[in-house]
């Protein structure tokens, strides 16, 4: 007789282990499925983010960081150093140490939680009255579970360039990329996305000579024109050369080299050659071989699971959250997803407003935005008005050697409702938490105006950005 489960979750990355906590938080039995091993062969929790994704990636850009203020800005601050050495064995292990400790927590969390975790691959075999049968294989021996609830969360994986073979060494994806034996003397990206920029400036703070292919005309077309704008201005002051409208041609590797042929914006045939390649031309949702057509679901053009607004997918009590689905493939909408699912499955009525879900690029300066852009309004035909506020106003950012970037807050004409915040600043992945809260909670940008923010510190700006807004900022 097979194990029945209130709960199982396909998937442990964020919105799956998260769901599985919540649903059994609410006294739910719950069981998670995962098979995600790392190089030395042992299973882990957490998924791509916490592996290899969001975690070691935010590890090497603190390190690299470091490492660069050593070199360059210390001796602004008066403190001269000298014969600075990178051992990059061991800013590889400090990376792969905080991976152990997150994962870990993660299998703590479960034990704590009594969710079961079943180790192997999960595959759809069907439906009964019982339920919905699950064929776990891999580690033990295979064996078929029931559940009453599925919530599918098996993420993404990197896209491959066609007629490129990855091998992780010369040629990388995000996993290769965080692991790097050496520095590469010239380091070629294609893909000007996050990943590309997050990678991209972590091997060119530690030496390594950068150079951006992206195929698209616009530079950060996701973010407001005014954003994409200053971080341009920024990576290309840091070092990070970019090329846009490129169109990539054949990749060559030898031994130890590779080769990239490409057609620049004005048609012209160029080659790049580099020790090391990253590919970061975006992700594909995780559907092999999870047997959706056992109960009658199948995956759309792209690959994706289709759901309604709550993560419903056309099978009775079967969910999708996360990459696997429509929408930003971020690990806190996850997030968000895998606790609204464990409540919905509990007979509670959860909401979550996709437009109020930050998004962030880990560079330096940091990038963040909640709402909509300036553009966005704008076409939509929306009366705004806006406040910006630059950082160099700002006596914290100067005390810290941070006052590159600005905050911009956008508002309704009419109602002063605030619509989108857009920041490229230090400490930007924290700041925009404020524009967050203001959003769920529909806040004009003089609510913002009229909260005391601690003196001197960086929210300051957020403020004074939300009082521009009404042309009344105090420091400018």
């Given at each position: ?16 282990y998260?769901a ?15 098979n ?5 062969g ?20 603190a390190s ?20 600075v ?10 990376k ?57 969360a098996?993420?993404s994986?990197?896209?491959h ?55 698209l ?44 042929a ?47 607004d ?25 997030e968000?997803e ?8 509990d ?7 996709y ?69 490229i ?20 940008s ?14 300051e ?16």
């Amino acid at each position: 007789m097979s194990k029945e489960f209130d709960v199982v979750v396909i998937g442990a990355g964020p919105g799956g282990y998260i769901a599985a906590i919540r649903a059994a938080q609410l006294g739910k039995s719950v069981a998670c499925i995962e098979n995600w091993k790392n190089p030395a062969g042992n299973l882990k929790l957490g998924g791509t983010c916490l592996n290899v994704g969001c975690i070691p990636s935010k590890a090497l850009l603190a390190s690299s960081e470091e490492f660069e203020n050593v070199l360059h800005h210390l001796g602004d601050h008066g403190i001269n150093v000298g014969d600075v050495k990178l051992d990059l064995s061991k800013m590889l292990a400090r990376k792969e140490g905080i991976v152990e400790k997150m994962t870990k927590g993660i299998e703590f969390l479960f034990r704590k939680n009594k969710i079961t975790w079943l180790k192997g691959h999960g595959k759809f075999t069907g439906k009964t009255d019982a339920g919905v049968q699950i064929e776990v294989s891999g580690e033990a021996e295979t064996e078929t579970v029931t559940a009453k609830n599925v919530i599918i969360a098996t993420g993404s994986k990197a896209r491959h360039l066609p007629g490129i073979p990855v091998d992780n060494r010369l040629v990388a994806d995000n996993e290769g990329a965080l692991s790097f034996d050496a520095v590469p003397k010239k380091l070629a990206v294609i893909g000007a996305g996050v990943i590309g920029l997050e990678l991209g400036s972590v091997w060119r703070r530690l030496g390594a000579d950068v150079t951006v292919l992206e195929a698209l005309p616009a530079f950060l077309g996701a973010c407001d024109e005014s954003l994409a704008k200053e971080a341009a201005k920024q990576f290309k002051k840091q070092g990070l050369d970019i090329h846009l409208g490129v169109k990539i041609g054949e990749v060559k590797t030898t031994d130890s080299s590779v080769s990239v042929a490409y057609t620049d914006k004005d048609g012209n045939a160029q080659t790049l050659d580099a020790d090391r390649l990253i590919v970061s031309i975006g992700r594909v949702p995780n559907t092999d071989n999870l047997g959706l057509e056992a109960i009658g679901l199948k995956t759309d053009e792209r690959g994706f699971v289709p759901v309604d607004d709550h993560c419903a997918t056309s099978v009775a009590n079967v969910y999708a959250i996360g990459d696997v689905v429509r929408g930003p493939m971020l690990a806190h909408k996850a997030e968000d997803e895998g606790v609204l699912v464990a409540e919905i499955i509990d007979g509670q009525k959860p909401h979550i407003d996709y437009n109020c879900i930050p998004w962030v690029i880990y560079t330096e300066p940091e990038i963040a935005w909640v709402g909509k852009t300036e553009q966005q309004l704008k076409a939509e035909g929306r009366e705004i008005k806006t406040g910006q506020f630059p950082m160099m106003a700002n006596g914290r950012a100067l005390g810290i050697g941070k006052a590159d970037g600005f905050v911009k807050m956008i508002a309704d004409a009419k109602t002063d409702e605030l619509l989108g915040c857009h920041i490229i600043a230090a400490n930007a992945s924290d700041l925009i938490a404020e524009a967050v809260v203001a959003m769920e909670f529909k806040a004009a940008s003089e609510d913002i105006g009229r909260i005391c923010h601690p003196h001197p510190s960086l929210s300051e700006v957020m403020r004074e950005a939300a009082l521009a807004v009404d042309k009344r900022a105090l420091n400018m």
